[in-house]
T-cell receptor, first 113, second 113 residues
Framework: EAQVTQNPRYLITVTGKKLTVTCSQN?????MSWYRQDPGLGLRQIYY???????DKGDVPEGYKVSRKEKRNFPLILESPSPNQTSLYFC????????????FGPGTRLTVT | DQQVKQNSPSLSVQEGRISILNCDYT??????FLWYKKYPAEGPTFLIS?????DKNEDGRFTVFLNKSAKHLSLHIVPSQPGDSAVYFC????????????FGQGTELSVKP
């Protein structure tokens, strides 16, 4: 089954404790990105990757890091989480950077206390 | 600065009637528009899209209309069904901008039996 998976689905952590949210897709997509969803703001792009070893900042990259060592995986790293990073996070992928339709993972609900 | 706006946070309609969800945008460079549907605890899923060279696109019960002069698009669902109850996100993109989608805030549709 073609899908984007994220882990964990739910995470409660404390300020400053490094964490990683994993994302994997099995569709051989070149383009992957991370979004956060906050009430009243919709989804905002954090980082994106056009292919292996090619990543760039989205609209809200502060406090986040990403890496793309393999085509299928695109982990999101919070080196020192803060309460304002409490949010619902989605990973998405598409065939290429010019494929408008993106496939989303199920989401990761992160709470930073 | 919200480039894509959905001004109605919620909408309630009766089963069998028409649902009309609205979206406004400010960036005249947007050349492709999409609607995503999101159920609780799931990621957004692609519903329907429209290119800026068209003013209407239909797919079964779903029709998207684009009014470029007004920078406005709408999603019509006819007839509405209880299973259509979800949050609907409008999104816009510019060709060759890295596959980036700009999302509206979302409208929660409730279809009552």
């Amino acid at each position: 089954e073609a899908q984007v998976t994220q882990n964990p689905r739910y995470l409660i952590t404390v300020t400053g404790k490094k964490l990683t949210v994993t994302c994997s897709q099995n569709m051989n997509h070149e383009y992957m990105s991370w979004y956060r969803q906050d009430p009243g703001l919709g989804l905002r792009q954090i980082y994106y990757s056009m292919n292996v070893e090619v990543t760039d900042k989205g609209d809200v990259p502060e406090g986040y890091k990403v890496s793309r060592k393999e085509k299928r995986n695109f982990p999101l790293i919070l080196e020192s989480p803060s309460p304002n990073q409490t949010s619902l996070y989605f990973c998405a992928s598409s065939l290429t950077r010019n494929s408008y339709e993106q496939y989303f993972g199920p989401g990761t609900r992160l709470t930073v206390t | 600065d919200q480039q894509v706006k959905q001004n109605s946070p919620s909408l309630s309609v009766q089963e069998g009637r028409i649902s009309i969800l609205n979206c406004d945008y400010t960036n005249s460079m947007f050349d492709y528009f999409l609607w995503y549907k999101k159920y609780p605890a799931e990621g957004p899923t692609f519903l329907i899209s429209i290119s800026s060279i068209k003013d209407k696109n239909e797919d079964g019960r779903f029709t998207v209309f684009l009014n470029k002069s007004a920078k406005h698009l709408s999603l019509h669902i006819v007839p509405s069904q209880p299973g259509d109850s979800a949050v609907y996100f409008c999104a816009a993109s510019v060709y060759n901008q890295g596959g980036k989608l700009i999302f509206g805030q979302g409208t929660e549709l409730s279809v009552k039996p």
